[in-house]
């Protein structure tokens, strides 16, 4: 059992690109999340999703789009890369509202 | 809006010593998670505390939930180095959609010296 599985590891963008993070879970969960971890900081939000082809955005969406077609998979598209959005991210996801989540081991980004 | 404080943020302590973590949130939810991130690594979940009074316990951490105080606390009990970590308390955004999503805390890095 995988669990939730992010791809890649690590990305070095330059500014002005655009890429996908990519999210798999095999777990069959409803509620799928996307964080952004800042250093030193806590988890902030960018977008979740409560099943397929259902959407909305969390904290920190500006720069960030997500698509939901299947249940398995939750990728986050980063249009125009900036220097701000230099960060982890985690994918996550639930069973249940409270269940709490089970998270992907991460994307480490740098935007240069 | 909901806003999820931690004290402290960072924690030295020697090992065989008791100590607690506090997390506080602003506005009314009855849902609580605890989080462990070793450094580098992905987050694990440690509690989840669902009501008014509940109390979990793992090892030599104790995690509790007081609703009325908008508080939590992780306790931690005869500390031994391999509880080194950064702890983090998630709060459910509650509201009329059923969304589970979470707002975290900053994060208290626990250092325990032998």
């Known amino acids: 059992n995988a669990g939730v599985t992010q791809t890649p590891k690590f990305r070095i963008l330059k500014i002005g690109q655009s890429m996908t993070l990519q999210c798999t879970q095999d777990?069959?969960?409803?509620?799928m999340y996307w964080y952004r971890q800042d250093p030193g900081m806590g988890l902030k939000l960018i977008y979740y999703?409560?099943?397929?082809?259902?959407?909305d955005k969390g904290e920190v969406p500006n720069g960030y789009n997500v698509s939901r077609s299947t249940t398995e998979d939750f990728p986050l598209r980063l249009e125009l890369a900036a220097p701000s959005q230099t960060s982890v991210y985690f994918c996550?996801?639930?069973?249940?509202?409270?269940?709490?989540?089970?998270f992907g081991s991460g994307t480490r980004l740098t935007v240069v | 809006e909901l806003k999820v404080e931690q004290n402290p943020l960072f924690l030295s302590m020697q090992e065989g010593k008791n100590y607690t973590i506090y997390c506080n949130y602003s506005?009314?939810?009855?849902?609580l998670y605890w989080y462990r991130q070793d450094p580098g690594k992905s987050l694990e979940s440690l509690f989840v505390?669902?009501?008014?009074?509940a109390v979990k316990q793992e090892g030599r951490l104790m995690a509790s939930l007081d609703t009325k105080a908008r508080l939590s606390t992780l306790h931690i009990t005869a500390a031994v180095h391999d509880l080194s970590a950064t702890y983090f308390c998630?709060?459910?955004?509650?509201?009329?959609?059923?969304?589970?999503?979470?707002?975290f805390g900053q994060g208290t890095t626990l250092q325990v010296k032998p």
């Open positions: 999703s409560v099943g397929a082809g259902i959407t």
């Open positions: 996550a996801s639930s069973f249940q509202r409270n269940y709490g989540y089970t």
């Open positions: 777990m069959n969960h409803n509620y």
């Open positions: 506005t009314t939810s009855d849902r």
């Open positions: 505390l669902l009501s008014n009074g």
């Open positions: 998630a709060v459910d955004m509650r509201g009329s959609s059923n969304t589970g999503k979470l707002i």
